[in-house]
Nanobody
Framework: QVQLVESGGGLVQAGGSLRLSCAGS????????MGWFRQGPGKEREFVAT?????????YYADSVKGRFTISRDNAKNTAYLQMSSLKPEDTAVYYC????????????????WGQGTQVTVSS
């Protein structure tokens, strides 16, 4: 059974930083793309970042987070990370990690397993 568990969310002031972690089990995560998505209050879930497999040499970001967020992976720990800096109130959302297929993608339906989400709240 594949499981993803996010952690690291919380309350932070604007301009601050947080690092989210996504610990996986039940599959060889190095063989699969990892992604981060988020859903803000009253909004649909949206793409944030994705990282290629196995080594994570290719990454893609939403324009809204480019230059502020960094996605990475540690295959030995079956863990993906999202380092978030220069946070803004509009980054407030539940953040989800997901594991998908063999190619990086911005589309939700290309990811087959999802975590339960972790809340990030950025105060102004």
């Amino acid at each position: 059974q594949v499981q993803l568990v996010e952690s690291g969310g919380g309350l932070v002031q604007a301009g601050g930083s947080l690092r989210l972690s996504c610990a996986g089990s039940g599959r060889t995560f190095s063989s699969y793309v990892m992604g981060w998505f988020r859903q803000g209050p009253g909004k649909e879930r949206e793409f944030v970042a994705t990282i290629s497999r196995p080594a994570g040499t290719t990454t893609y970001y939403a324009d809204s987070v480019k230059g502020r967020f960094t996605i990475s992976r540690d295959n030995a720990k079956n863990t993906a990370y999202l380092q978030m800096s220069s946070l803004k109130p509009e980054d407030t959302a539940v953040y989800y990690c997901a594991t998908g297929g063999r190619a990086t993608s911005r589309r939700e339906y290309d990811y087959d397993y999802w975590g339960q989400g972790t809340q990030v709240t950025v105060s102004s």
